[in-house]
């Protein structure tokens, strides 16, 4: 089984509506983070979370929310998809340990497709 | 903020060693320095780490200069499924540096046999 999953694998829906992605991880990692990938670009941070109290915005925050419902589970949330949110999103986790920049391991992707 | 820059493509045969640079001007104190690998539609996957000279592991070997400005990802004897896009990330993810790391635009690397 994977370590890191994420759910749906694929999602087409319309402007203006209402949706969230899921992530659940079984690395038993404190830390968690979502990134956007739009075609042939790198990685965009959207937010990130050091524990289940804790919630920070990245570089790319705005149009998205997040929840941190347990330290396996964060999911994103797209409160009114507009088409330019049209993106691979990824998960992310890492390990709080002593080096300064955690190896951090990543999910399959969610294809999101905003008509 | 450190802002990496790369080639945006390389092409290698089969059987060639392969050198990519990164450069990090911006880089900071507390930043290391991290290379992932991307496949078509999957999730980008750690390849090596290091803050300063030289770091080896069994994929690859990376080389940082005495001024840690650029970085150079080395892969020796790539095959055809080392064809990918290859990340350099500059960064601290400790607490309050989190968010601050950055991911370039990446390299893609074509091997042809």
């Known amino acids: 089984d994977a370590d890191v999953t994420q759910t749906p694998r694929n999602r087409i829906t319309k402007t203006g509506k209402r949706i969230m992605l899921e992530c659940s991880q079984t690395k038993g990692h404190d830390r968690m983070y979502w990134y956007r990938q739009d075609p042939g670009l790198g990685l965009r941070l959207i937010y990130y979370?050091?524990?289940?109290?804790?919630?920070n915005k990245g570089e790319i925050s705005d149009g998205y929310s997040v929840s941190r419902q347990a330290q396996a589970k964060f999911s994103l949330s797209l409160e009114s998809a507009i088409p330019n949110q049209t993106a691979l999103y990824f998960c992310?986790?890492?390990?709080?340990?002593?080096?300064?920049?955690?190896?951090?391991?990543f999910g399959p992707g969610t294809r999101l497709t905003v008509l | 903020l450190a802002k990496t820059t790369q080639p945006i493509s390389m092409d290698s045969y089969e059987g060639q060693e392969v050198n990519i640079t990164c450069s990090h001007n911006?880089?900071?104190?507390?930043?290391?320095i991290t290379w992932y690998q991307q496949f078509p539609s999957q999730g980008p996957r750690f390849i090596i780490q290091?803050?300063?000279t030289k770091v080896t592991n069994e994929v690859a070997s990376l080389f940082i200069p005495a001024d840690r400005k650029s970085s150079t990802l080395s892969l020796p004897r790539v095959s055809l499924s080392d064809t990918a896009v290859y990340y350099c990330l500059v960064g601290d993810l400790r607490d309050t540096n989190a968010g601050k790391s950055t991911f370039g635009d990446g390299t893609t690397l074509t091997v042809k046999p």
């Open positions: 979370s050091f524990d289940v109290k804790d919630i």
């Open positions: 911006n880089i900071a104190t507390n930043d290391y």
């Open positions: 290091g803050y300063k």
């Open positions: 992310a986790t890492s390990a709080t340990g002593t080096v300064a920049s955690d190896t951090q391991y």
